[in-house]
T-cell receptor, first 112, second 115 residues
Framework: SQQGEEDPQALSIQEGENATMNCSYKTSINNLQWYRQNSGRGLVHLILIRSNEREKHSGRLRVTLDTSKKSSSLLITASRAADTASYFCATEPQGGSEKLVFGKGTKLTVNP | ETGVTQSPTHLIKTRGQQVTLRCSSQSGHNTVSWYQQALGQGPQFIFQYYREEENGRGNFPPRFSGLQFPNYSSELNVNALELDDSALYLC??????????????FGPGTRLLVL
């Protein structure tokens, strides 16, 4: 089952601009994670935010989590062409047997 | 590079056949999870192994089975292959699962095509 829904499905921006991706989910969670995937290969872990946290930063990444709205956002600042990839949010549901539940992803294209 | 390796990288099978995919976890990790990613979709959780025992399973039929070995490497076996099994199969390793705080490190995947 896919719990998360990323929005938008696709995003195209110019180098230097900021990119914002949103994720909504359905059930209570232990944590939410963002992953990046290049060209349908392995996923790279970007950042993990726990259910009791509201905001987290890592380099050019900023993640927010609103558990009351069951939503999260990923902001990439000062984007680069190398940021072109698909970005997925993944949640760990509380009490569920599924360890990570992924959304369908946002395909980000950063034009040089 | 995460240190998680998978073999083979690509595989072509026909309907009804059986396939075994392999994963070597990152050093120090005792948990392996398997995911199926269809084209244009996010990964879907198949199952997880922790210290050689199955520790959670997603909504996949019993013809998807797995093993974890004493060195924490793992196999995913799929019997009676169907066309819809065509996908990228990803394994991820992590250190001991503690309420979800541990990051999973993904391998590059095995792309399976069923004809």
């Amino acid at each position: 089952s896919q719990q998360g829904e990323e929005d938008p499905q696709a995003l195209s921006i110019q180098e230097g601009e900021n990119a914002t991706m949103n994720c909504s989910y359905k059930t209570s969670i232990n944590n939410l994670q963002w992953y990046r995937q290049n060209s349908g290969r392995g996923l790279v872990h970007l950042i993990l935010i726990r259910s009791n946290e509201r905001e987290k930063h890592s380099g050019r990444l900023r993640v927010t989590l609103d558990t009351s709205k069951k939503s999260s956002s990923l902001l990439i600042t000062a984007s680069r062409a190398a940021d072109t990839a698909s970005y997925f949010c993944a949640t760990e549901p509380q009490g569920g047997s599924e360890k990570l539940v992924f959304g369908k992803g946002t395909k980000l294209t950063v034009n040089p | 590079e995460t240190g998680v390796t998978q073999s083979p990288t690509h595989l072509i099978k026909t309907r009804g056949q059986q396939v075994t995919l392999r994963c070597s976890s990152q050093s120090g990790h005792n948990t392996v999870s398997w995911y199926q990613q269809a084209l244009g979709q996010g990964p879907q959780f198949i199952f997880q192994y922790y210290r050689e025992e199955e520790n959670g399973r997603g909504n996949f039929p019993p013809r998807f089975s797995g093993l974890q070995f004493p060195n924490y490497s793992s196999e995913l076996n799929v019997n009676a292959l169907e066309l819809d099994d065509s996908a990228l199969y990803l394994c991820a390793s992590s250190s001991e699962w503690r309420g979800g705080w541990e990051t999973q490190y993904f391998g590059p995947g095995t792309r399976l095509l069923v004809l």
